[in-house]
């Protein structure tokens, strides 16, 4: 959000630090609103529709085009694979129910890692193993079984991740359009996540995933609990459709082409 706000990217951080920077925080909006007022011909360029909103609500840009462009992704390289198979690359027997969890750090406290660790509170499945990636310290959690593999910096690798999970629990506080959620339903694996940002706009009941109802690790253990029991009514090819569908690079550039073209014009 930081183009239309002031010196932060996220709501949550620019609440949180109003008392030591809320005056410089407005003078930076105020600054880029006045410049923004000598620009004549502009398109803005949003992923999702929560975030072309908020464009809008800003008022910062008042005289320029808006527009929804999804972000896209390597359907070649980010794929449905054999899941027994990889379960077993990680040691992982094929009658467990894999968790799949992925951050920059688990320290971020918007990626809601502790949201994670909190529903798990809730849950009794011993049959359940917490696949993790990203930096950071793992607590021990009792009763389920952890794999962290840390940082990965390979997408050939993190496409396996994604391939050999039952679900990708996405439990962030803020986010627009996370890449990782459209790799995930390339890969034919859905997502429970919050009714957030474009995380909200893509997952369908059934379909793509489970929202859970708020913001809250018991909320987000239920929605867990919901998309393992039913589990089998979310197809691989359906979800991958879904994402072809919604995120192709054709598409994509197909959209740009016509923002470009229009300027041309």
């Known amino acids: ?9 996220y709501l949550n951080d620019e609440f949180n630090n109003q008392n030591v920077a809320s005056s410089f925080d407005a003078k930076i909006q105020q600054i880029k609103k006045a410049s923004f007022q000598n620009i004549k011909r502009c398109t803005i360029v949003s992923p999702s529709k929560w975030m072309l909103q908020e464009v809008v609500n800003s008022n910062v840009f008042p005289n320029f085009f808006k527009i929804e462009i999804p972000n896209a992704i390597d359907f070649d390289l980010f794929k449905i694979q054999d899941k027994v198979l990889l379960k077993k690359k990680y040691a992982i027997n094929a009658d467990e129910f894999v968790i799949l969890f992925v951050s920059e750090s ?12 909190e529903s798990l509170s809730f849950m009794k499945n011993k049959k359940t193993t917490i696949l993790m990636i990203g930096k950071g310290d793992v607590p021990e959690i009792t009763g389920f079984k952890i794999i962290s593999l840390g940082e990965i910096n390979s997408n050939v690798e993190m496409a396996a991740c994604f391939a050999l999970a039952d679900v990708f629990v996405l439990p962030s506080r803020e986010d627009n359009l996370p890449n990782v959620m459209l790799e995930s339903f390339a890969c034919g694996t859905p997502i429970v996540g919050f009714k957030i940002g474009g995380v909200a706009e893509h997952t369908v009941r059934n379909v793509t995933g489970v929202l859970a109802n708020d913001l809250t690790g018991f909320a987000l253990s239920q929605a867990i609990i919901e998309l393992q029991n039913s589990v089998n009514e979310y197809h691989k090819e359906t979800i991958r459709a879904y994402a072809k569908n919604n995120f192709g690079l054709k598409k994509q550039a197909d959209s740009y082409y016509k923002v470009y073209h229009s300027f041309l014009g």
Do not use: E, S, V, Y
């Not at 959000?1 to 990217?9: E, Q, W, Y």
């Open 1 to 9: 959000m930081n183009p239309f706000r002031g010196i932060f990217h």
């Open 106 to 117: 688990i320290d971020i406290k918007r990626k809601g890692f502790d949201l994670l660790l």
